[in-house]
């Protein structure tokens, strides 16, 4: 392993639900050659897994250390909502030895990313006109779980304020809708967004559908999505459309709280999975469903970012602005 210098490069963390991408940055320069991932089945907690990837790395003194995780952060500490993992600043400092540390939520390091990553890995899915610099944004994350950030630049840097909202309820336009609403809330009593919105959501999805058919049966999400491109599962072609109709109702309903004119940004594995069946199930026209205000809907252009690792390049960006 070659040597490193010292307090020259940061460490940056993506912690999802499933796995934990790793790197370096210099600066606001992620390096690509840098890049693990570490499933976080295979480890008891974080703070190993930051041990681990600097063991391989030959133990580079980091000047500044970030992480992104996928639940609530406050204070300086972050829990996983589908892991139980937590991390403070204290255990980032002492697992990394850097002096400039940072917690934020995963949609917190997104909304970080926005206006840094290459034009070819944001795809626009929904037209609308030129954003005006400085306009707000919102990044809507579709994965394992679900969650919404905006994105203010203002005088004084960037802010991405913090939030759980894929933990509010379920909308309900539809008889369809509250059948659907009652069968997902026997997860946690609760009818989330989340519960639907998200991997495991389009299993229940699946599930709900093929028990109104009258033929229970379920499918990993990877399944539904294999069936759906191969058109040969009925259930899961619709599993997808119903999904999709919900998922361009809750981010029409997010537009109108945070009035993006600088644009929506779906991440998230399960956004770029969704995205080519996007058009055929009335995406849009979910997502401008608002009565009078469905002209105004129009304001808000909606982008996908196909860039894997654009949490670390947010975080990248954010912790350079800390030193």
């Not at 996983?80 to 939520?105: G, M, Q, S």
């Not at 309820?169 to 919105?197: Q, S």
Request: glycine share 10%.
């Amino acid at each position: 392993m070659t040597s490193r210098p010292a307090d020259t490069y940061s460490l940056v963390a993506d912690v999802g639900g499933t796995n934990t991408r790793v790197a370096l940055a210099e600066g606001k320069r992620l390096l690509p050659e840098t890049i693990r991932r570490y499933r976080n089945s295979e480890y008891p907690g974080l703070e190993t897994v930051l041990r681990a990837y600097l063991d391989e790395e030959g133990n580079v003194d980091c000047k500044g250390a970030s992480v992104a995780v996928a639940g609530p952060v406050r204070d300086g500490r972050g829990v996983l909502t589908n892991l139980d993992w937590a991390i403070d600043k204290d255990t980032l400092a002492r697992a990394t030895h850097a002096e400039t540390v940072a917690v934020l939520n995963d949609l917190q390091a997104q909304g970080h990313a926005i206006g840094h990553l290459d034009a070819e890995n944001i795809r626009t899915v929904v037209p609308g006109p030129e954003a005006q610099p400085n306009s707000a944004r919102l990044v809507i994350g579709v994965g394992t779980g679900f969650n919404a950030a905006p994105v203010y630049d203002t005088e004084t840097g960037r802010y991405v304020p913090p939030s759980e909202a894929g933990h509010a309820n379920m909308p309900i336009r539809t008889d369809a809708e509250l059948r659907l609403c009652r069968y997902v809330e026997t997860a946690h009593g609760f009818p989330a967004i989340e519960d639907v919105l998200s991997g495991r959501g389009l299993e229940r999805v699946y599930r709900w559908l093929a028990s109104e058919a009258g033929s229970p049966a379920e499918k990993k999400a990877a399944d539904i999505m294999a069936s759906c491109e191969n058109g040969d599962d009925e259930i899961a072609a619709e599993a997808v459309a119903v999904f999709i109709r919900i998922l361009g109702t809750v981010a029409g309903n997010l537009a109108l709280i945070h009035l993006p004119f600088g644009g929506v940004y779906l991440v998230g594995g399960v956004s770029r999975a969704m995205t080519p069946y996007f058009a055929a199930n009335g995406f849009g026209d979910a997502f401008r469903d608002k009565g009078r205000f469905a002209g105004f809907m129009q304001n808000f252009a909606i982008h996908v970012v196909e860039d894997d690792y654009a949490a670390l390049i947010g975080l990248a960006h954010h912790l350079s602005s800390q030193f």
